[in-house]
């Protein structure tokens, strides 16, 4: 019987629970949050939607027990980005949060693995596996598996191929400083700097530039619209969950602690990373130039300096 508990009933975590549901993911959902009346108003919401999805049970709760015995608990509770703010802006209390929660989950749910997704992630997953203490590989954030997402959606709409025959990843922090790796992209086996299929446009250096941007921007032009971005890290997060409670051996770039990648020690940053049962199994040494190497670096520096700033 997998069991997934998920912190925080806002619009991320409700969406997750929701995708979840939807996909089948485990067979019971957990809900906690420290407002009861709001949970308990989506666990209801969520329950009257039983009879069409794979059968589960969904219960919530503001008391921390309800999350006891999961197989992962999925923290998204934290301050919400608003307009104008950046992931960074949210450290400071999203990690004196974290000084509170941490322990509590280890105690009703000490074999869990923790997925973080509250912003910003890559700091916050750093924070939560030092509290923890629990291996490195059990502790792992969503990293940049939505800015992937909105690569290749962005590619797919550029290119007119399926986005599912797209495969390229960002990598580094899940934020300002992230970066796309050009070099090991392709697209239905042909990589992507060569492509050149004729009714398919090309793609030249101002494309990629254009497309960038709007990936690493994406989430600002969401809350300014709406407030929130939920749909798509809820599917994300769920694709994640897939991952650990089926033991598929995916290729996800998720949020881990870096300990001699690239040179790279003592932070957490995204890399295409095979997710098991186990958590993060191993990072893939992708094909990288010069410049996306340095990046890569300059990414993790930004990342630790924010550490370092809240005194990990």
Same mark, same amino acid.
């Given at each position: 019987?997998?069991?997934?508990?998920?912190?925080?009933?806002?619009?991320?975590?409700?969406?997750?629970?929701? @995708?979840?549901?939807?996909?089948?993911?485990?067979? /019971?959902?957990?809900?906690?949050?420290?407002?009861? @009346?709001?949970?308990?108003?989506?666990?209801?919401?969520?329950?009257?939607?039983?009879?069409?999805?794979?059968?589960?049970?969904?219960?919530?709760?503001?008391?921390?027990?309800?999350? @006891?015995?999961?197989?992962?608990?999925?923290?998204?509770?934290?301050?919400? /980005?608003?307009?104008?703010?950046?992931?960074?802006?949210?450290? %400071?209390?999203?990690?004196?949060?974290?000084?509170?929660?941490?322990?509590?989950?280890?105690?009703? @749910?000490?074999?869990?693995?923790?997925?973080?997704?509250?912003?910003?992630?890559?700091?916050?997953?750093?924070?939560? /596996?030092?509290?923890?203490?629990?291996?490195?590989?059990?502790?792992?954030?969503?990293?940049?598996?939505?800015?992937?997402?909105?690569?290749?959606?962005?590619?797919?709409?550029?290119?007119?191929?399926?986005?599912?025959?797209?495969?390229?990843?960002?990598?580094?922090?899940?934020?300002?400083?992230?970066?796309?790796? +050009?070099?090991?992209?392709?697209?239905?086996?042909?990589?992507?700097?060569? +492509?050149?299929?004729?009714?398919?446009?090309?793609?030249?250096?101002?494309?990629?530039?254009?497309?960038?941007?709007?990936?690493?921007?994406?989430?600002? /032009?969401?809350?300014?619209?709406?407030?929130?971005?939920?749909?798509?890290?809820?599917? #994300?997060?769920?694709?994640?969950?897939?991952?650990?409670?089926?033991?598929?051996?995916?290729?996800?770039?998720?949020?881990?602690?870096?300990?001699?990648?690239?040179?790279?020690?003592?932070?957490?940053?995204?890399?295409?990373?095979?997710?098991?049962?186990? %958590?993060?199994?191993?990072?893939?040494?992708?094909?990288?130039?010069? #410049?996306?190497?340095?990046?890569?670096?300059?990414?993790?520096?930004?990342?630790?300096?924010?550490?370092?700033?809240?005194?990990?």
């Amino acid at each position: 019987m997998n069991k997934v508990a998920i912190v925080g009933a806002g619009s991320v975590g409700a969406t997750i629970a929701y @995708a979840s549901m939807i996909r089948g993911v485990a067979k /019971q959902l957990a809900l906690y949050d420290v407002n009861r @009346a709001k949970v308990d108003a989506e666990v209801l919401d969520l329950n009257h939607g039983l009879q069409f999805v794979p059968m589960a049970t969904l219960e919530g709760s503001d008391d921390i027990g309800v999350c @006891a015995g999961a197989d992962v608990v999925v923290i998204t509770a934290g301050a919400k /980005q608003k307009p104008g703010q950046t992931r960074m802006d949210l450290a %400071g209390a999203n990690v004196a949060l974290c000084r509170t929660l941490v322990p509590q989950l280890l105690k009703v @749910a000490p074999n869990a693995l923790l997925l973080v997704v509250t912003n910003p992630v890559d700091v916050l997953t750093y924070v939560v /596996q030092k509290l923890s203490g629990l291996p490195a590989r059990r502790v792992f954030g969503s990293g940049t598996v939505l800015d992937s997402s909105r690569l290749r959606f962005l590619l797919a709409c550029h290119l007119k191929v399926a986005v599912q025959n797209v495969h390229a990843f960002i990598a580094g922090e899940h934020g300002d400083s992230e970066l796309p790796l +050009w070099s090991s992209a392709s697209v239905g086996g042909i990589p992507l700097m060569q +492509w050149a299929v004729p009714g398919h446009a090309r793609l030249t250096e101002e494309d990629r530039t254009r497309i960038f941007d709007n990936v690493r921007t994406a989430a600002y /032009q969401i809350i300014r619209g709406k407030g929130a971005t939920n749909y798509a890290i809820g599917l #994300a997060t769920t694709q994640i969950l897939e991952a650990v409670l089926h033991d598929e051996q995916r290729v996800l770039p998720v949020s881990s602690r870096m300990e001699g990648y690239l040179g790279i020690h003592d932070v957490c940053l995204s890399i295409p990373s095979i997710v098991n049962r186990g %958590g993060v199994e191993s990072l893939l040494e992708l094909p990288m130039n010069d #410049a996306e190497r340095d990046g890569l670096r300059r990414s993790a520096d930004t990342i630790r300096q924010a550490i370092r700033t809240l005194g990990f």
